[in-house]
């Protein structure tokens, strides 16, 4: 029972020990190995993939909105034509459409958190993207920005012509027709103020919308004059008004032109720096 003992019964015993444990032992030295392959290899590829889906994502919304620029200058050029008429706004609706859809795809790639992984996964190429989601989001508030005046201009286009829609305007009439002429006008004119104040507040159209007002103001005086005139059968002062009003009316016309050159001014050079904008932010993603 020496020293030669107890070196035999240590030599029995580690057989035995590893013999009773040796799952444990696999088990353990498989989960070494599946943290190890999850930390090396699995936790990078997933952090690249999920990137990746990220980016594609934000490049096919920026893809769509590139697209779709095409449409918009169709309903530009619809909505700043000063003779376009509704069925022709009502058009230029439809072709902004897409356009809508894309910018509202690309706000809505930029909105959404970034994904999720599991704790300790690396997050470096999904926080990286953060950047580039900071750039597609300036060209998602471009296209916003566009969508939205343009938008705004449809309903101003269409309102417009509830403006001074006026009836016939005699300078000799029957009693009974200027019974008739005075309701026509009131209603007109009752059309026309509820138009005034609906329409869209827009810089470049400020002149047009004043200019409205104003006339506003001077048709409400006029429509009297114009039925006291013709009541009196004073032809001459009736053709006079008449010949005012239409005068205002078309300094109405020729103020509207000249604020839909502006905004088709202003819309192409926007819808340009958009393109820039996609394609730049796009060469970025890669």
């Not at 008739?180 to 470049?204: F, I, K, N, Q």
């Amino acid at each position: 029972m020496g020293d030669d003992h107890i070196l035999e019964l240590q030599d029995t015993r580690a057989p035995d020990f590893l013999h009773r444990h040796r799952w444990g032992l696999i088990a353990m030295v498989t989960l070494v190995a599946a943290t190890s392959w999850l930390l090396l290899v699995a936790a990078p590829a997933q952090d690249h993939r999920l990137a990746t889906q990220v980016l594609n994502r934000y490049d096919g919304a920026l893809a769509s909105i590139d697209l779709t620029v095409p449409d918009a200058r169709r309903a530009l050029a619809a909505l700043t034509n000063p003779v376009s008429d509704v069925s022709d706004l009502s058009d230029s609706l439809e072709q902004l459409s897409p356009f809508v859809t894309a910018t509202n795809t690309a706000r809505s790639a930029v909105s959404d958190a970034l994904p999720d992984t599991l704790p300790f996964v690396p997050r470096a190429e999904i926080e990286a993207v953060t950047t580039v989601r900071s750039d597609v989001g300036e060209v998602a508030g471009q296209a916003e920005g566009l969508a939205t005046r343009l938008n705004s201009l449809v309903t101003y286009r269409l309102l417009t012509y509830g403006l001074f829609d006026l009836p016939d305007l005699p300078t000799v009439a029957a009693p009974d027709t200027i019974d008739s002429l005075s309701t026509d006008l009131a209603a007109a004119m009752a059309a026309s103020v509820e138009v005034a104040v609906s329409l869209p507040s827009d810089p470049l159209l400020e002149n047009h919308r004043l200019a409205a007002n104003e006339a506003l103001t001077q048709m409400d005086t006029w429509r009297t004059e114009y039925l006291t005139a013709l009541r009196a059968e004073d032809s001459a002062a009736a053709e006079v008004i008449v010949a005012d009003i239409e005068a205002t009316l078309l300094t109405l016309h020729r103020t509207l032109a000249s604020s839909l050159a502006e905004i088709e001014e202003w819309g192409a050079r926007e819808l340009d720096l958009l393109r820039l904008s996609t394609i730049e932010v796009r060469q970025l993603i890669g």
